[in-house]
């Protein structure tokens, strides 16, 4: 590194400018001439070299590479002079003229001994006689080459022909052989790519001579297993004992075609339903050379053929009313027990038949208006609608589901369908009920009022007591002279009085002893808890039970039957009653309240300070025949709870924070 950085040093020399003493003038002029000598000489190498590539069959290409080594030496030199002047790197600029000096002296070398082989290459005027004398034999050989091959063209013409159409021909029997072999080709293709149907080829002996990917798909047989087999091993041994396969080939073989649906063995042993097509092969002279066999696996719809017979042996065999009809209202079926129920004979008659044919005459416009838009719009309807006997024309009372019968892959109706349950003897039963219920509230009533005996006695003893003694002290002012009518009319008054009360206590005794049947109409539960109040005075004086009200004035009203509610609400405060009998040392308060409750229920509650309920009683004290009292029914409360839901609300028991419990109910308030 040393000895490169001396080499490059200027070692304490002067820049060539000292020798022009700077002058610029004399500075830039030997600068632009040295810079334009050193481009010139680089640019003629540049120059060269894309002249050598272009002509690459010149010979002596060497002495063009020294020449452009030589010249670009010397453009070097000249930029090295161009240096010189500001830098003093004489030992550099002195390198560089070195390898100048020897390239230029290997160039003269190389050019000397080039001259004797230039020299001797032929003038241009040498060239062009030479050329002059070769054109007219040239020409002769051109005129002599032209005849010959027209004598060569005229005596093959023919053969030429000939060669021709025969190419034509090997070339037209190739396109079709090769069509053929890419419609075989194809074909052969389209066999072995069928996965749904099993191809195969048999010889004339029934053995297996092909056999395509269906075939390894349904039967589980791969191609190896198989081919040379005979086809008699897809068999059921059934079928071979009546030697099927063997016939259905002579079949085959002399109608041209054999078909037949059974039942054929897979390699695993299973079963499956078969569609079988054997058709005969022949060769162009009508020669038989074998059967071609196709099978399709039919058991999805074999299998589906047996769910349709379940589900119409179902459809035959079931009680209830099963129909189908179109969106235009046209019957298609009705099953058997439906054709019995509505009193229609056979499938005729019904096809005859419409939708509203079979609705009675009373429900057709609920029909028209509920059911028929429900089963359009949502597809669906259920409840209760009454049938026609078309015979007699009774109303037969049916739990009815309709809908409608859609496309399993588009979902797009396609008919309508019902399936609906005659519910005669279950509305005979409901009747039933409803009249043993009533009877049982009547008898729950008169339990009630045999209970209120006493009281009831008692409030129509005050009534009648006032009478007797009005009537004497009537009959003792009638007596002065002169009688005082004044207090004769006074006590006329009283007497009348005293009997009206005596009367409304009967009469709502009468009422509530009355069998009759439920009539809802608006009601005001404040004036049916004051009813029932006055009916159960005397018990409340008896038992020593102080009560309060709180009613909201304006309540909302119900709908109800005046009776049942009195009746719900006097077995609630006498309950009330007896639980506060066996209670001392505190008082015994009734506290009854009616308010207006949330969604628009009014609601109606009964407190007691009675000892309270036991929360494992509590659990059961509406379940029928449960009692806490020795000569109880226990049918009290299940028949008010009864009552409650029937007019939509609903009764419970809540325990109070200090002593006793709550019976609430809630009924919806009228709009």
């Not at 005027?125 to 050989?141: G, M, N, V």
């Not at 019968?405 to 509305?427: F, G, V, W």
Request: glycine share 6%.
């Amino acid at each position: 590194m040393e000895l490169l950085g001396d080499f490059l040093a200027p070692n304490d020399f002067m820049p060539h400018g000292y020798c022009y003493l700077w002058d610029p003038g004399l500075v830039w002029l030997h600068a632009a001439s040295d810079s334009l000598i050193a481009l010139a000489y680089f640019s003629i190498p540049v120059t060269s070299v894309y002249f050598l590539r272009k002509r690459r069959d010149l010979p002596s290409s060497r002495i063009f590479a020294c020449l452009g080594v030589f010249i670009l030496g010397c453009g070097a030199t000249h930029a090295m002079e161009v240096w010189t002047l500001w830098h003093a790197n004489y030992w550099l600029s002195g390198t560089i003229k070195a390898i100048t000096a020897s390239v230029s002296v290997a160039t003269a070398i190389f050019l000397v001994r080039l001259v004797p082989p230039a020299l001797a290459l032929a003038s241009p005027q040498i060239l062009q006689h030479k050329i002059a004398e070769r054109r007219p034999t040239e020409e002769d050989l051109h005129r002599a080459k032209a005849e010959l091959e027209f004598r060569v063209e005229k005596r093959t013409a023919e053969p030429t022909q000939s060669n021709r159409v025969l190419v034509n021909e090997i070339a037209r029997r190739q396109e079709v052989e090769d069509e053929l072999r890419h419609s075989e080709q194809k074909f052969r293709l389209l066999v072995e790519g069928v996965r749904d149907y099993a191809i195969s080829m048999l010889d004339l002996s029934g053995r297996v001579t092909s056999w395509n990917a269906g075939a390894e798909q349904i039967k589980g047989y791969k191609a190896h297993e198989i081919l040379g087999q005979h086809f008699s091993r897809f068999y059921p041994p059934e079928y071979l004992d009546q030697h099927e396969p063997q016939a259905e080939l002579e079949v085959a073989a002399a109608a041209g075609r054999f078909e037949s649906e059974g039942w054929r063995i897979r390699e695993d042993g299973s079963r499956f339903w078969a569609n079988v097509v054997i058709t005969a092969v022949r060769d162009k002279q009508g020669k038989l050379i074998g059967f071609s066999k196709i099978t399709r696996d039919l058991s999805d719809r074999k299998r589906a053929e047996r769910e349709q017979g379940k589900l119409t042996s179902l459809i035959e065999r079931s009680s209830d009313f099963i129909g189908i009809a179109s969106f235009e209202g046209e019957v298609r079926f009705v099953n058997p027990a439906g054709q019995l129920l509505v009193g229609l004979e056979g499938d005729a008659a019904v096809q005859a038949s419409r939708i509203p044919d079979f609705v009675f005459e009373a429900d057709r416009e609920k029909f028209q208006q509920e059911i028929w838009p429900s089963i359009v719009q949502r597809g669906e309807w259920e409840g209760e609608v009454r049938f026609r006997h078309f015979k007699t024309g009774a109303a037969i009372p049916m739990l009815q589901k309709a809908f409608s019968i859609k496309d399993a892959d588009s979902d797009h109706p396609l008919a309508l369908a019902t399936i609906s349950r005659d519910i005669t003897d279950r509305k005979r039963a409901e009747e039933q009920l409803r009249l043993a219920q009533a009877e049982l509230e009547h008898v729950t009533r008169v339990t009630t009022i045999g209970e209120l005996t006493a009281s009831i006695a008692h409030e129509i003893n005050q009534p009648l007591a006032a009478i007797v003694n009005n009537a004497n002290a009537c009959a003792r002012l009638l007596s002065y002279h002169p009688p005082d009518l004044e207090e004769v009319r006074l006590a006329v008054g009283d007497i009348a009085q005293s009997g009206t009360r005596a009367a409304e206590v009967i009469t709502r005794v009468r009422a509530l002893l009355k069998k009759s049947t439920v009539v809802k109409d608006r009601v005001d539960v404040n004036e049916v808890v004051l009813e029932v109040l006055a009916l159960a005075e005397g018990e409340l004086e008896k038992n020593h039970i102080s009560v309060r009200t709180d009613l909201v004035p304006h309540l909302t009203p119900v709908l109800g039957d005046r009776i049942q509610l009195q009746q719900v609400i006097l077995n609630l405060t006498m309950n009330g009653i007896e639980a506060m009998t066996a209670v001392t040392g505190r008082p015994r308060r009734l506290l009854i309240r009616s308010a207006m409750h949330e969604s628009s229920q009014v609601l109606v509650a009964v407190h007691d300070s009675g000892a309270g309920l036991d929360p494992k009683i509590a659990s059961h004290i509406f379940d029928a025949f449960f009692t806490t009292k020795p000569a109880g029914m226990g049918m009290g409360l299940p028949i008010c709870r009864s009552i409650v839901e029937a007019h939509g609300g609903q009764l419970s028991l809540a325990p109070n924070e200090s002593e006793g419990a709550t019976f609430q109910f809630t009924l919806p308030a009228c709009a």
